[in-house]
């Protein structure tokens, strides 16, 4: 098995918001990151990472999703944007449920990445430089990791100093004398 990276979770969550047919442009980092500009068409998804919890046989990645699209000034299609922004929620988490492009297994059977089975899903309008309104969803990515302590860092030691640039085996160290 491969280790996932964080670029490959974040990869995926971007090629299924870019795959729904109604996206028009997907982002990522802090709120305060997104494009307000007026530059950026809607309607738009960003990705928030939170914290990563690493358990013990798995990284486990903590996400917020928005997806908004524009209000008129009147508000007079807040409802129709609130409907459509949730549909574009929904049918990602229904990509990560079914794992259909994403090779996910629901089965648990070789299973490459696993979500919350509920999610929060909470409606927003934010008066940035355009009103928009849309849905937070707040949710986790479960992937199979495998924790290589040793062979990750490029150290090796000659029991009187340590050389940077080699990789050693851990296990190299069981069979040195201890200093006393």
Not at 21 to 27: D, I, K, L, N, Q
Not at 66 to 80: G, H, K, T, Y
Not at 121 to 127: G, L, N, Q, V
Request: with cysteine.
């Amino acid at each position: 098995m491969v280790d996932k990276t964080y670029n490959n979770v974040i990869d995926a969550l971007k090629c299924v918001a870019y795959s729904h047919g109604m996206v028009h442009a997907v982002s990522t980092g802090n709120i305060e990151e997104i494009d307000t500009s007026g530059a950026v068409k809607y309607p738009l998804v960003h990705i928030v990472p939170n914290e990563v919890v690493a358990s013990t046989n798995s990284l486990i990645f903590n996400f917020n999703l928005l997806a908004m699209d524009l209000v008129q000034v009147d508000e007079s299609n807040e409802q129709e944007v609130l409907s459509d922004t949730l549909g574009i929620i929904t049918d990602i988490i229904a990509q990560y449920r079914q794992g259909g492009q994403l090779q996910i297994y629901p089965d648990n059977k070789g299973v490459f990445a696993q979500i919350d089975e509920d999610i929060t899903i909470e409606p927003f309008t934010e008066y940035l430089d355009n009103v928009v309104s849309g849905w937070n969803a707040s949710f986790s990515i479960e992937i199979p990791f495998q924790y290589k302590a040793c062979s990750s860092f490029n150290i090796t030691s000659d029991g009187e100093s340590f050389t940077f640039g080699a990789t050693t085996n851990c296990l190299d160290f069981a069979n040195t004398p201890s200093e006393q």
